[in-house]
């Protein structure tokens, strides 16, 4: 199975911004990846995916505030934080569909998961 280590995540303060990397240990080029949260007490949120071919799709509290991309030649997804608020507190996942599986919206994403990380966390603090 695939294994992803996240990196990035730290205490900032509000408004601030920070960049989570994602590298995986196979080509990722063919398959949709992703990013999800949980926050301390709270259900699974999905962020945002990006599809093999660079569509993106992102929750509504992720757009026009998260950037998520990848580089498949390094094997990275990426996501880029910025207006960051203390509600985006959480520990953030990375994660790959199944192969040959694919996503239409977030909560289709967080319904099918395959592999995903440990996690890096992000503490915004007001």
């Known amino acids: 199975a695939m294994q992803l280590e996240e990196s990035g995540g730290e205490s900032v303060q509000e408004g601030g911004s920070l960049r989570l990397s994602c590298v995986a240990s196979?080509?990722?080029?063919?398959?949709?990846m992703g990013w999800f949260r949980q926050a301390p007490g709270k259900e699974r949120e999905g962020v945002a995916f990006?599809?093999?071919?660079?569509?993106?799709t992102y929750s509504d509290f992720a757009k026009g505030r998260f950037t998520i991309s990848r580089d498949n030649a390094e094997k990275r997804l990426y996501l880029r934080m910025s207006t960051l608020k203390p509600e985006d507190t959480a520990m953030y996942y990375c994660?790959?569909?199944?192969?040959?599986?694919?996503?239409?919206?977030?909560?289709?994403?967080?319904?099918?998961?395959?592999?995903w990380g440990q996690g890096t966390l992000v503490t915004v603090s007001s």
């Open positions: 990006i599809a093999p071919s660079g569509g993106r």
């Open positions: 196979e080509y990722i080029a063919g398959r949709y």
């Open positions: 994660a790959t569909a199944p192969p040959g599986r694919g996503f239409s919206s977030i909560r289709m994403f967080l319904e099918n998961l395959g592999e």
